[in-house]
C-alpha cells in the first residue's frame, strides 16, 4: 500500500520525542510539509538537523494564548496530529488538584483548542482534511496508579469521547477525526519506565502477541488514518496493543 503526503501540510505536536518525532519525519519522508510543535527548544533543533524541511514552533501548548499566537501565521494545514501528554502517575488517593488539572489542560484542553484552530481553516477553505488524536489503551481499561494519566485512563477515556464528538461535528465538514491508542511503546521513555523484567512479564502477559509496540507500529497506524487510505473511517479509537483490550 503506497501512501503519499506530497502537497499537504501537516502539524504534529509534542514532535520533539517519541512517537510525535517519529510521526513528523515520517509525514515529511511521504512528501508533507511539516511543523513540529514542542516546548523543548533543544529537541527541535536535533529534529530540524536531522531533517532540515521541517518547520520548528516552540511554545507550550498549555497556554492557551501562546497557541493562538503561535498558530496565527502558521498557514492552511491538511493534516494534524495531536501527540503532546502530561504523563505523571499517581494512586487514587494520592492526586493533586496541581496534578489533575495540568492533566487535562494538556492531553485534553490543548488539543480541542488545537483541534479547534485548524479546523475552523478547514471549514473556511472547504478543504477537508484528518486529524489524529494520539490515546491509549488506557482510555478502555483500568489500571492501578493511573487515575489521571494512565499513558492515561481519566484524560485519555475524555480524549475518546472528545475525538468522536469532533467526529460526528466535523464529518459533514469532510473532516475526519480519530484516535489511536497504543499499549506500552518502546520510545527511549518507554524502555526506561519499563526495564524491570518483572514489570514487563505482568504486563506483557496479557498481550496475545506477548510484547510491547515498537514506535513504527504506530506511526505507520497514524500514517494509514492521516491519508486517502482511510477516507471512510472516521470516529474510531484503534488500538494499537497487540490484542490488549480483546482479552
Not at 47 to 71: K, M, Q
Not at 137 to 152: G, R
Not at 203 to 210: D, Q
Request: proline share 4%; aromatic share 4%.
Amino acid at each position: 500500500m503506497e501512501i503519499s503526503f506530497k502537497g499537504k501540510r501537516a502539524v504534529v505536536t509534542g514532535a520533539g520525542k517519541g512517537i510525535g518525532r517519529a510521526t513528523a519525519l515520517a509525514l515529511a519522508q511521504y512528501g508533507a510539509k511539516v511543523t513540529a510543535i514542542t516546548r523543548t527548544q533543544s529537541d527541535l533543533d536535533s529534529l530540524v538537523e536531522e531533517c532540515p524541511s521541517i518547520v520548528p514552533v516552540c511554545f507550550d501548548l498549555g497556554e492557551w494564548e501562546a497557541t493562538e499566537a503561535a498558530l496565527k501565521d502558521i498557514g492552511p494545514i491538511d493534516l494534524l496530529v495531536n501527540n503532546a501528554a502530561c504523563a505523571k502517575l499517581q494512586p487514587f488517593l494520592d492526586v493533586t488538584p496541581d496534578q489533575f488539572d495540568q492533566s487535562f489542560t494538556v492531553n485534553v484542553k490543548a488539543v480541542l483548542h488545537m483541534s479547534q484552530l485548524v479546523a475552523r481553516g478547514m471549514i473556511g477553505r472547504q478543504s477537508g482534511g484528518s486529524i489524529v488524536n494520539v490515546s491509549s489503551q488506557a482510555s478502555q481499561c483500568a489500571l492501578k496508579n493511573h487515575t489521571v494519566y494512565c499513558e492515561s485512563c481519566a484524560t485519555k477515556a475524555a480524549l475518546d469521547m472528545l475525538t468522536k464528538v469532533m467526529a460526528l461535528e466535523l464529518g459533514p465538514h469532510q473532516i475526519r477525526v480519530n484516535s489511536v491508542n497504543p499499549t506500552v511503546v518502546m520510545t527511549e521513555m518507554g524502555r526506561r519506565g519499563w526495564s524491570n523484567p518483572e514489570t514487563v512479564k505482568t504486563m506483557t502477559s496479557r498481550i496475545p502477541l506477548g510484547r510491547f509496540a515498537e514506535v513504527d507500529e504506530v506511526v505507520n497506524t497514524i500514517l494509514f488514518l492521516l491519508s486517502d487510505k482511510s477516507t471512510m473511517t472516521n470516529g474510531v479509537s484503534l488500538p494499537v496493543d497487540g490484542g490488549f483490550l480483546a482479552c
